[in-house]
């Protein structure tokens, strides 16, 4: 994979994960969107995901080989932003934390916020793990010396 065809895909994940934080509900009761930053521990999922984007493009643009401990720091805050990411969107018919006061008597739904969110993590993870794909280098043989 080449270069621009990885930052391309971490582009595209880094912009999935903020129209999943800041545009989209993460839960919906009826005619009520639930944005994020009403779910209690959400700063953790924010956090991990900025965190695992800036490390994506350390991995991205980095000029040399693909280092081990970046891959391992993608990996890591991977896991920690789809594991909070899931948690929060499992939390989402808990009304008596997302609501002050009256709490809505309807049916509640996951929304769509949490699956981008998880997509969005994915794409970008995918990105770093294979940027430098085309970035090996080969040693090259001296030419044959003529007598």
């Not at 009403?38 to 040399?64: K, N």
């Not at 948690?87 to 699956?115: E, H, M, N, Q």
């Not at 294979?130 to 010396?145: E, I, N």
Request: include cysteine.
């Amino acid at each position: 994979m080449t270069r621009n065809v990885a930052l391309s895909a971490a582009v595209v994940g880094a912009v999935g994960s903020l129209v999943a934080i800041v545009a989209l509900p993460w839960a919906d009761y009826g005619d009520i969107a639930v944005p994020l930053s009403r779910f209690p521990g959400w700063g953790v999922y924010v956090g991990s995901v900025v965190a695992l984007h800036a490390c994506v493009v350390w991995a991205v643009l980095a000029r040399t080989a693909r280092q081990p401990l970046t891959l391992a720091a993608v990996a890591a805050l991977s896991l920690v932003a789809v594991g909070s990411a899931i948690l929060l969107l499992l939390g989402y018919d808990d009304a008596s934390a997302l609501f002050s006061g009256a709490v809505p008597t309807v049916v509640a739904r996951p929304g769509l916020g949490g699956i981008v969110a998880v997509l969005a993590i994915l794409v970008s993870a995918g990105a770093a793990a294979v940027s430098g794909a085309g970035r090996r280098t080969t040693a090259v043989a001296p030419a044959q010396a003529r007598p």
